[in-house]
């Protein structure tokens, strides 16, 4: 008896401390909140900022827990203490093409001193600083050359949260990691507003707004163009990897492309990410589907022909039969390098694939029939 009193103690004080620390985390935002102006965000979902007259803090969501935890980084003016980001920042390293796209958006590379690979760049003016070894290449997740790094001694480091176990190494070199979670955004402009959160470390704010701004407004055009369509072609999307076809959810990022652009995605549920299915489930999906959406980093010249090759089954689907499949190859295409910050241009193209007589005129600039 004395021992259960004991155990329904301590749970009783393990939940009082519980609620003490989510109350506390209130209470912390809530402070923050008072002392700081909040930036007021459109779309984007995963981060925060403040300013104050003295300074700002981003905050970073973690999506991926349960309860939405978060990082904050202070970026100053003038750095008085260790855990501050003195902005705008002279030395930048980015672990992912995804995090450049924003760089050229806002035209500007000089603050970045490394990146992690070059190996597909289509960017000129970076790939010559990377070429002459004026921007660095630091190597890949759970590969990081440390020692080059520590000695660019950079004054943040972009980091992708997806990429699970790579960063253990740099945690101990004392340089602020900034999570870039631009990609678990659900909706294309939430995407493209992450422009806003790397605008303040290169003193880019009022560029942000306004390149965000043109970009959400063409967008918006462009999806009042679908609205009153009569018919709705379906698609589905990807193809098989390893024995595996991964498909997006029926609330994923990609499905609300689609629905903005006028067809119906053939995955109908309330799933977020991407998820496995094997050839025969995915081919009872989609076998009738109007139009076969492929994103692939395959040579040069791919097509149908080759992407029969790979798996003879594929010349099954009605939209395979009837010649609409659309790719976007990337490498060919800049894919990576730019998509984030032109969900506008990547939605003309699925409107024109969908609703031709929508954008008569219009040449496609990521997506095309495979031919």
């Excluded at 009082?16 to 209130?26: D, E, G, H, R, V």
């Excluded at 959406?293 to 009837?322: H, M, N, S, W």
């Amino acid at each position: 008896m004395s021992r259960m009193v004991q155990t329904g103690s301590m749970i009783g004080l393990l939940g009082l401390l519980l609620l003490s620390c989510q109350t506390n985390k209130k209470k912390e935002s809530s402070d923050l909140s008072a002392s700081y102006e909040k930036k007021e965000l459109e779309y984007a979902r995963g981060f925060e900022l403040f300013r104050s007259e003295k300074d700002q803090v981003l905050r970073v969501y973690n999506s991926k827990s349960v309860d939405s935890t978060y990082q904050d980084f202070k970026l100053v003016a003038k750095k008085t203490a260790p855990d501050e980001i003195q902005v705008p920042c002279k030395k930048i390293i980015c672990l992912s093409s995804t995090q450049l796209t924003y760089f050229f958006a806002l035209d500007d590379i000089d603050p970045i001193v490394a990146t992690n690979s070059s190996r597909h760049l289509f960017h000129k003016a970076l790939g010559e600083k990377i070429k002459s070894g004026e921007v660095k290449r630091v190597g890949k997740e759970g590969h990081f050359n440390t020692e080059l790094i520590a000695g660019i001694n950079p004054d943040l480091i972009f980091v992708s949260p997806y990429k699970a176990g790579g960063y253990d190494a740099l945690k101990n070199l004392g340089i602020p990691l900034v999570p870039m979670a631009a990609y678990d955004e659900k909706s294309p402009l939430g995407r493209a507003e992450w422009i806003k959160m790397i605008a303040p470390f290169i003193g880019k704010e009022k560029q942000a707004d306004s390149i965000f701004q043109k970009v959400s407004l063409r967008y918006d055009s462009l999806k009042n163009l679908t609205q009153n369509v009569k018919k709705r072609p379906t698609v589905f999307s990807g193809k098989m990897r390893s024995g595996i076809w991964y498909v997006p959810g029926g609330k994923s990022f990609y499905a609300n492309y689609f629905r903005d652009a006028g067809a119906r995605y053939i995955i109908d549920d309330e799933k977020q990410g991407a998820y496995p299915l094997d050839f025969e489930s995915m081919y009872t999906k989609a076998a009738a589907c109007d139009y076969w959406r492929i994103l692939v980093p395959e040579p040069i010249g791919f097509g149908r022909k080759a992407l029969l090759e790979q798996d003879g089954r594929y010349g099954d689907f009605k939209a395979y039969k009837t010649g609409n499949v659309f790719m976007c190859n990337i490498r060919e295409k800049p894919y990576y390098e730019q998509n984030a910050m032109k969900p506008d241009v990547i939605l003309a193209d699925y409107i024109h694939i969908f609703h031709p007589n929508l954008l008569p005129n219009y040449q496609p600039v990521f997506y095309e029939a495979l031919q």
